[in-house]
């Protein structure tokens, strides 16, 4: 992931950040592979930032998109729209699902091997 552009926002309290993310031989990242690679490029948690376009060129290897980073969640729930906010809770959501059966299929496989 490359971060393209950061543009800071004081009166609101926020910067919008535009990146780049590469997938060369694979489909477009999902957003919960963006938003953890974002909150780890930055350095804050995932519920400050909110990812609101990730576009890919016809046959194009790579991917464009723009995020909002927070100071404060009460900020995100206070200024963005709701839809955002749903879309991007939707995507924690998945995303722990599938850190959890991955841990599952884990623990199974090492009963499997015992």
């Known amino acids: 992931m490359e971060i393209i552009e ?5 009166l609101l309290k ?5 990146f780049q993310v590469e997938h060369s031989a694979a489909p477009t ?27 890919t060129s016809h046959g194009s290897q790579a991917a ?7 100071e404060t969640e009460d900020l995100l729930k206070e200024l963005e ?3 955002l906010i749903e879309r991007g809770e939707a ?9 959890e059966e991955t841990e599952e299929d884990e623990n199974e496989s ?3 091997e015992e």
């Open 81 to 83: 729209p709701k839809y």
């Open 110 to 112: 090492e009963e499997d």
């Open 29 to 55: 990242p999902s957003r919960p592979d963006i938003l953890e690679e974002l909150s780890s490029e930055l350095g804050v948690s995932k519920n400050l930032i909110v990812i609101e376009r990730i576009t």
């Open 14 to 18: 926020r910067e919008g950040v535009k």
């Open 91 to 99: 995507t924690k959501e998945k995303s722990e699902e599938t850190e």
């Open 64 to 70: 464009f998109g723009k995020a909002r980073v927070y």
């Open 6 to 10: 950061r543009q800071k926002n004081p």
